[in-house]
């Protein structure tokens, strides 16, 4: 009995010695895992940290970007609320604009009104052929406002002499209440022309987009730049001295048989709304 007891004792002693010894080798290695993690992560610390730094400026800079650019909900706000007001000063400006071109219209037609008798009536314009340039369109004045078949249509114009009449076309067809008009820059109205300077005349029958083109009779004539043309009264269309437009271009043919000129029209073909009927020649 006193021989298993003594064994029994010596091996409670052998089995702390062990448990001792254990936890110590267990401490040790611990702390030395945890040195080597320590030289670990400053490794990698080492080669992310500039790298992160180089992300976290460009994320900033792209962030500051973004609000100069689009800028923050409130500033977006305002942009918006600045477009809408700008647009409605934008379309009072335009209406202004329009406002004041109707009445310096309304103005010389009143004027030419007074002082010429050969004009019949006004007329609304109804409706045109399509394109940008009026080159065909209907009034709303036909026979029943004794209309007729080449009547011609003018608009009224202002020059150095005060307002005159000028030209836009003639009455092609004509029905009860309407009629239908072909200006001069339909491609199959020649206008007959001279110089409101001299007798020298000539025909207009090419058209470029709003620019009238014809050519000298007489290629020899005194013809520039900035002169006047009126209707020569020539072809049995057009009376005599209704305004055409004025010369913006003078080409002499290399063989200088031929004096082409270019006309600009005072009056706006790509906006026309009423219009003035005097008095043609009756084509039937």
Same mark, same amino acid.
């Given at each position: 009995? =006193? ?11 052998? @089995? ?27 490794? /990698? ?72 008798? =050969? /004009?019949?009536?006004?007329?609304? /314009? ?13 009034? !709303? ?9 080449? !009547? ?57 987009? !709003?620019?009238?083109?014809? $050519?000298? $009779? !007489?290629?020899? =004539? ?44 005072? /009056?706006? @073909?790509?906006?026309? $709304? ?11």
């Amino acid at each position: 009995m =006193a021989k298993f007891g003594y064994n029994n004792k010596l091996r409670k002693r052998v @089995f702390f010695f062990a448990v001792t010894l254990f936890l110590i080798l267990t401490i040790t290695i611990s702390n030395n895992n945890k040195t080597y993690m320590s030289i670990g992560e400053n490794a /990698i610390g080492t080669v992310i940290t500039p790298v992160n730094k180089v992300f976290y400026v460009i994320g900033s800079k792209f962030k500051e970007s973004v609000h100069y650019v689009f800028g923050t909900k409130k500033m977006r706000e305002d942009n918006q609320r600045l477009t809408v007001e700008n647009a409605k000063l934008r379309k009072n400006v335009d209406n202004l604009n329009k406002v004041i071109s109707d009445k310096r219209y309304l103005q010389e037609e009143y004027e030419l009104l007074s002082k010429d008798r =050969a /004009i019949k009536t006004k007329a609304f /314009i109804t409706g045109k052929d399509p394109g940008n340039i009026f080159t065909r369109f209907s009034i !709303d004045k036909g026979s029943m406002d004794k209309i007729k078949k080449g !009547d011609i249509v003018i608009e009224a114009v202002s020059s150095n002499d005060g307002i005159e009449k000028g030209l836009v076309g003639v009455v092609t067809e004509v029905g009860l209440n309407h009629s239908k008009v072909d200006t001069i820059m339909n491609s199959g109205n020649n206008v007959g022309f001279r110089l409101a300077k001299s007798e020298d005349v000539g025909i207009l029958n090419e058209k470029e987009k !709003d620019i009238l083109k014809g $050519y000298m $009779y !007489d290629s020899n =004539a005194d013809v520039k730049v900035g002169d006047i043309l009126t209707t020569s009264g020539l072809g049995g269309v057009y009376p005599r001295d209704i305004k055409i437009g004025e010369v913006t271009e003078v080409i002499k043919t290399k063989d200088n048989f031929t004096k082409i000129i270019k006309c600009k029209s005072q /009056i706006n @073909f790509n906006n026309m $709304y009423r219009v003035l009927i005097v008095d043609g020649q009756g084509v039937n």
